[in-house]
């Protein structure tokens, strides 16, 4: 009963953060001039509403959800409340690859391809690095997060200083390494839907088996999840839904630890609620701090990145200090 | 981001100068008597000394260059910044640096006179306490630089004031003409595109919004708060301009990319094909070359009028 009314009053926030999304924008456009664009006015403010801010929007909350999904994933698997894609160096792998995508020169379709790759590799050798020595620690996995995020910016780096910087419109690069939405296009949204869909398909029949995990491998063995097949599919969605993530909007902190982390503590740490109700609460919460990134110093944009660092680092480093009294 | 835009716009501002090429005026200036020494007023409102007919000036702006050249002391100019390449022979020179000044490479130059646009970092002072003789000059805009000829040809001892009167008959018979057209259609000119969210245009007090008055056009950022403003493409939407005009280099965006940009396909310059692409050189720099930039930009806005 209580996760039903989370869940209802999570939609609800999803439903109100994106209508705000879409009624502020660079230019001024009535309530009733942006329900008539929505329903498909043909003049220049349905263009602006259904072409610029709708697929922002929406984008926006994909990205902000599928974050989430992967954080609360990413804690259950590691069964440590300081993991998501950005700490754990997953984002940055996947960054990387989508990076050495588009200098190479490879199709835009091609991109959230190499950056779900570039997620998948990281994912596994963090979860790798994890559990050398046996059971992992959360210093361990922030160690390897940070280890992975650093070697991954300096390829970025001489990838970006040692390709013709011009051609590849160095700018654009920058804004998204900072985490943005700025743009986004009908035909990249499709493409990431997709993704996101398949992703949290798997993240919801993965859940129970997640939940199993919490007891520790053996336990979850007795309880019928065979540890290797589970761990390799819990990876895999991850991967598919940072790597959509980045695709979409570059490198964008600290979404996957909070949210999740918050949610457990109102709805509790089972897998089966966390799942949907971190992709509800993700995407609401990217919806918001998009809407502060294009508004707080208009005309000019923060990078939404900035946004989520913001809010984000203080609340990580105080679970940092709360982890370290009760884990190490 | 910060420091790559600051650097963005000085590399704008440094080739927003300049031109060479086919020139109006005399093709071989009368080098007449002007007397020095010569006192001269310059863009900073200093008053420079030239005391002799100066033999060996260092350039430091690809408008001066071109000037310069244009004026027949191309033969005098033994350093120039690396921005200058018009006329080509001026790539010849020694190059003294761009957006830094090599000092010490001026100063090996032994120049008797240095010329150099308005820097904001020390560098002019840093040129006079070498003991070097440097004289400000910077135009900015369309007005600017009949004055800009007129004073380089007192520094260097040639006709400049015939070569400001040609250029300035020139921008005024383009304006003239564009002034008898019924409509004056709305500019959208594109400077960079690359963070596709904000898009840098130009707006009042910039040269190239200058040269879209003069050709008889409305620039759709005529009221933005800065010279070089960023625009959301919300708002270019809604600004829907009839013309758009890019630069033709490598890493501008093409008419292509622009058509293809989401929700742009609404805007009257798409819907008519009338995107078109222009030499940056050529409308980026205010020199010598102004009264082709105004024709060619001309020929974009009202093709009815100008052929």
């Known amino acids: 009963m209580r996760t039903a009314a989370v869940i209802a009053f999570l939609v609800a926030a999803l439903v109100v953060s994106a209508a705000a999304g879409i009624l502020v924008g660079a230019v001024a456009i009535g309530p009733g001039d942006v329900l008539a664009a929505l329903f498909g006015s043909n003049d220049v403010n349905g263009t602006i509403i259904r072409e610029l801010r709708l697929p922002r929007v929406l984008g926006a909350a994909l990205v902000g959800g599928s974050l989430a999904t992967a954080g609360a994933l990413l804690q259950g698997l590691l069964r440590n409340p300081l993991a998501d894609p950005f700490v754990t160096g997953t984002s940055a792998g996947a960054t990387l690859a989508a990076v050495a995508a588009i200098v190479m020169g490879l199709a835009a379709p091609f991109v959230p391809l190499a950056s779900f790759a570039g997620a998948l590799v990281t994912v596994t050798l963090v979860w790798r690095l994890a559990r050398v020595g046996g059971g992992t620690t959360v210093l361990t996995v922030l160690l390897a997060g940070v280890v992975l995020t650093s070697f991954a910016g300096a390829v970025v780096t001489f990838l970006l200083v040692s390709s013709d910087r011009l051609a590849l419109q160095l700018r654009a690069v920058l804004g998204w390494l900072q985490g943005g939405v700025s743009v986004i296009s009908w035909a990249e949204l499709g493409v990431a839907a997709a993704i996101v869909a398949a992703g949290l398909g798997f993240a919801l029949v993965l859940a129970h088996r997640v939940d199993a995990y919490a007891f520790g491998e053996d336990t979850a063995a007795t309880l019928g999840v065979d540890p290797d097949r589970t761990t390799t599919a819990v990876l895999g969605a991850t991967a598919l839904l940072s790597g959509a993530a980045v695709a979409l909007a570059g490198l964008v902190g600290f979404v996957g630890l909070v949210v999740p982390h918050a949610l457990r503590f109102v709805i509790g740490a089972t897998h089966r609620r966390l799942v949907p109700a971190s992709f509800l609460a993700g995407a609401a919460a990217l919806v918001l701090a998009d809407l502060g990134a294009r508004t707080i110093i208009a005309p000019a944009e923060l990078p939404v990145g900035a946004i989520t660092g913001l809010i984000g680092a203080p609340f990580f480093l105080a679970l940092l200090v709360r982890s370290r009294r009760i884990v190490l | ?307």
Not at chain 2, 78 to 94: H, I, L, Y
Not at chain 2, 168 to 176: G, I, L, P
Not at chain 2, 211 to 232: D, K
């Open chain 2, 1 to 307: 981001m910060r420091s790559r835009f600051v650097t963005f716009l000085a590399v704008l501002l440094l080739t927003l100068a300049a031109c060479g090429g086919a020139v109006p005026g005399p093709s071989s200036p009368a080098v007449t008597a002007s007397p020095f020494p010569a006192t001269l007023i310059d863009f900073q409102n200093r008053s420079v000394t030239v005391p002799v007919r100066p033999e060996r000036v260092v350039s430091i702006g690809p408008s001066i260059t071109a000037f310069l050249f244009a004026l027949g002391a191309g033969p005098r100019v033994v350093g120039v910044d690396d921005f200058s390449d018009e006329p080509a022979e001026a790539a010849t020179r020694e190059h003294v640096g761009g957006i830094k000044v090599n000092f010490e490479k001026v100063v090996a130059l032994k120049p008797d006179l240095v010329l150099s646009v308005k820097f904001s970092d020390g560098t002019i002072e840093k040129l006079q306490s070498a003991s070097l003789n440097v004289l400000v000059v910077d135009p900015q805009t369309v007005s600017d630089v009949a004055k800009t000829a007129t004073l380089l040809g007192k520094a260097v001892g040639a006709d400049g004031e015939a070569m400001g009167r040609s250029i300035q008959q020139r921008v005024d018979a383009v304006k003239a003409k564009a002034a008898t057209a019924t409509t004056r259609p709305r500019v959208y000119h594109e400077i960079d595109a690359s963070d596709p969210a904000k898009i840098f245009t130009v707006g009042p007090g910039s040269y190239i919004n200058d040269l879209i008055e003069i050709a008889g056009g409305t620039n759709v950022a005529a009221r933005a708060p800065s010279a070089y403003p960023q625009l959301s493409a919300e708002e270019i939407l809604r600004s829907d301009p009839e013309i758009i005009v890019l630069a033709a280099d490598a890493y501008a965006s093409k008419p292509a990319d622009v058509v293809s940009r989401q929700g742009w396909s609404i805007i009257a310059a798409v819907k008519n094909n009338r995107i078109f692409t222009i030499d940056p050189n050529l409308i980026n720099r205010p020199g010598p070359r102004v009264g082709e930039a105004a024709e060619t930009y001309a020929k974009l806005v009202h093709p009815e009028l100008f052929r």
